[in-house]
């Protein structure tokens, strides 16, 4: 089983996040928040159940 997760905050950590944005709708996810990487895969979708924990991260390690 792939680490989604895990692997996702570790890439977070490493300064490889570019942007953020929240969409209505991303494939069959709804809402959705997309986080575009600068490396492969190159976006990642989260769920809105798991939201409060990207914004922490991202206020953390992500600066703009």
Do not use: G
């Not at 792939?2 to 996810?29: A, F, G, M, S, W």
């Amino acid at each position: 089983m792939y680490p989604y997760h895990n692997r996702i905050r570790q890439r977070i950590k490493n300064n490889e996040l570019i942007r953020y944005e929240y969409v209505d709708r991303y494939k069959t996810i709804t809402p959705c928040l997309l986080l575009h990487f600068s490396t492969e895969p190159k976006t990642r979708p989260i769920r809105e159940h798991r939201y409060e924990e990207y914004e922490a991260l991202i206020k953390k390690f992500f600066s703009t």
